[in-house]
Each structure stands twice: as structure tokens, then as C-alpha cells.
């Protein structure tokens, strides 16, 4: 079976794990597709990937995972460098980042695509919270992205203790309680 060069290593790996499938990384990554259909046998199928047709229809196409390439990645990154620094010096237009309402714009809406990149997706909420935002800007993240993201958020969630002082008799002035 034939596995689209786009799907690396790790993608292979980490999609037959979530799927019951364990494959191990020592492994190289022809030696993985040449006995692709022995872990295709014990492949458990979801909403997403349903049945053997759909899992082999996902392998042969293009990864849907975001990869740019090394010249791609300095111009999205020097984009967004400068969308944040311009917005860090509180939205000024001078001739040292940009010098009218459509430079950042523009900007922004080529590198919104790689939404994957931390830098993008700060760069993008600092568009969206300047006064010159012509149209809210979301990057495009992929679901993998998503899902770690989420998981990240879940976990940095503070808990708040709940503190309640009360005042009491003359022997007892000051009540603290945590509940």
C-alpha cells in the first residue's frame, strides 16, 4: 500500500496510537509503511476514520497537517514579528513596520493559514485587538492543534479557594475560613 510522503513518521505513529494501534518509533519509516496493512488489521475506527476504505483514502491523500518549508517559515514568522512588535508600539503607523491600515492587514491575511504556529495566532489576537481591524482575523488550526490546546487550557485553569473573613466576639475578633 502506497502512503503519501507528506505523512511523517510521527503522524503514522501517533494516529494508529490513538487508535489502539501500538507501533514502535525505533522503527523507520519505510519499514512502517512496507507493514502498514499487519497494523491496519488491528486498527479501531471512530467517528473520523470509520472504516478500512476511509483510513487508507486518508493515508494515500496529502497530510492535512500544516508544514511549511524552511523559506515559508522565516517570511510567516518575520510577518507576524512584525504585526506584534507593531502592535506592542500601540498601533503607530511610521515607516519602520507600517505606514497605512491595509500593510497589516494584508500581512495577516497571508499568514493566517499557518494558524499551528504560536506566533500566528498571537500575531492574529493582536490584529484583532487593534483599532485598525478591518475584519476579525481567526487563524486556522488544525485539530490536533485544537485538542492540545484545549487539554493545555484545562490544565492552566486556576482554582479559586474561596476566602471569608468575618469578625466575631472580643475573644474571638477575626474569623478566617477557606471553603
Not at 523507520?28 to 502498514?36: D, E, L, M
Request: hydrophobic share 35%.
Amino acid at each position: 500500500m502506497l502512503v503519501d510522503k507528506s505523512h511523517s513518521k510521527k503522524d503514522i505513529v501517533i494516529l494508529f496510537k490513538r487508535h489502539g494501534v501500538i507501533i514502535d518509533n525505533e522503527l523507520t519509516k519505510s519499514n512502517i509503511v512496507s507493514n502498514i496493512e499487519n497494523y491496519i488489521v488491528d486498527f479501531k475506527f471512530n467517528n473520523k476514520i470509520k472504516n478500512v476504505t476511509e483510513l487508507k483514502d486518508y493515508l494515500k491523500n496529502q497530510s492535512p497537517k500544516q508544514r511549511p518549508n524552511t523559506q515559508q517559515k522565516s517570511d510567516i514568522m518575520f510577518k507576524a514579528k512584525k504585526i506584534i512588535k507593531w502592535a506592542k508600539n500601540d498601533y503607530i503607523f511610521d515607516g519602520a513596520t507600517y505606514t497605512n491600515t491595509e500593510d497589516p492587514y494584508n500581512d495577516i491575511m497571508q499568514i493566517c493559514m499557518w494558524g499551528d504556529l504560536p506566533s500566528v495566532r498571537r500575531a492574529c489576537r493582536m490584529y484583532n485587538n487593534s483599532h485598525y481591524c478591518n475584519n476579525h482575523i481567526n487563524p486556522i488550526i488544525t485539530a490536533e492543534v485544537e485538542e492540545e490546546l484545549n487539554n493545555n487550557k484545562f490544565i492552566k485553569q486556576q482554582v479559586m479557594y474561596k476566602l471569608t473573613i468575618k469578625r466575631a466576639s472580643k475573644e474571638n475578633p477575626i474569623i478566617v475560613d477557606f471553603d
